[in-house]
């Protein structure tokens, strides 16, 4: 089945440790996007790629890095400069084209700090 | 993109319509209207999308006011697996866009048996 996969479910950090969230579709879509969720707040963007080897920052990008050098692909690191690292981080895509596209999500990793 | 207001809650009783409200009465003429939803520690999923004219599909009815200012989602017989965050977010139809995306905290619905 076409989705995307997002891995592990639940992940936990310890102080000054960096953790890498993964992120895989087999959507064939361009466009790549990691989302962060925290309670009684709405999905905030925290990097976005357009296509291969190129991404932006969203806006909570500090304490965060990505890469993007597979269409594939689009792992989320969570430096030890982000200091309130416990979220929920959701994964997305959506294909390219005339724009207005949908977004597919996968089904996020909890975070947690030890 | 414009902003929406949703109401923070409803209920609903299963197998009744579920009728969720948005305002966006600030929406320009080329944004769209996007519903999604959320089931708890899962992704949002696409519902359904419209411009001007009403819509429906297999998951549920996109009403929108002739002024374009508010909108209906409708859940024709809701069942409890309808309980989730419903999320309406307006976007400019253009390329590239889906990052301006303005996430706003939903309506959570509760379906009850």
């Not at chain 1, 962060?36 to 990097?47: K, T």
């Not at chain 2, 409803?10 to 939803?37: F, K, Q």
């Not at chain 2, 001007?52 to 006011?65: F, P, Y």
């Amino acid at each position: 089945d076409g989705g995307i996969t997002q891995s592990p479910k639940y992940l936990f950090r310890k102080e000054g440790q960096n953790v890498t969230l993964s992120c895989e579709q087999n959507l064939n879509h361009d466009a790549m996007y990691w989302y962060r969720q925290d309670p009684g707040q709405g999905l905030r963007l925290i990097y976005y790629s357009q296509i291969v080897n190129d991404f932006q920052k969203g806006d909570i990008a500090e304490g965060y890095s990505v890469s993007r050098e597979k269409k594939e692909s689009f792992p989320l690191t969570v430096t030890s400069a982000q200091k309130n690292p416990t979220a929920f981080y959701l994964c997305a895509s959506s294909p390219p084209g005339q724009g207005g596209e949908k977004l597919f999500f996968g089904s996020g990793t909890q975070l947690s700090v030890l | 993109d414009a902003k929406t207001t949703q109401p923070t809650s409803m209920d609903c009783a299963e197998g009744r319509a579920a009728n969720l409200p948005c305002n966006h009465s600030t929406i320009s003429g080329n944004e769209y209207v996007y519903w999604y939803r959320q089931i708890h520690s899962q992704g949002p999923q696409y519902i359904i999308h419209g411009l001007k004219n009403n819509e429906t599909n297999e998951m549920a009815s996109l009403i929108i006011t002739e002024d374009r200012k508010s909108s209906t989602l409708i859940l024709p017989h809701a069942t409890l697996r309808d309980t989730a965050v419903y999320y309406c977010i307006v976007r400019d139809y253009n390329a590239g866009n889906n990052r301006k995306l303005i996430w706003g905290l939903g309506t959570s619905l509760a379906v009850n048996p």
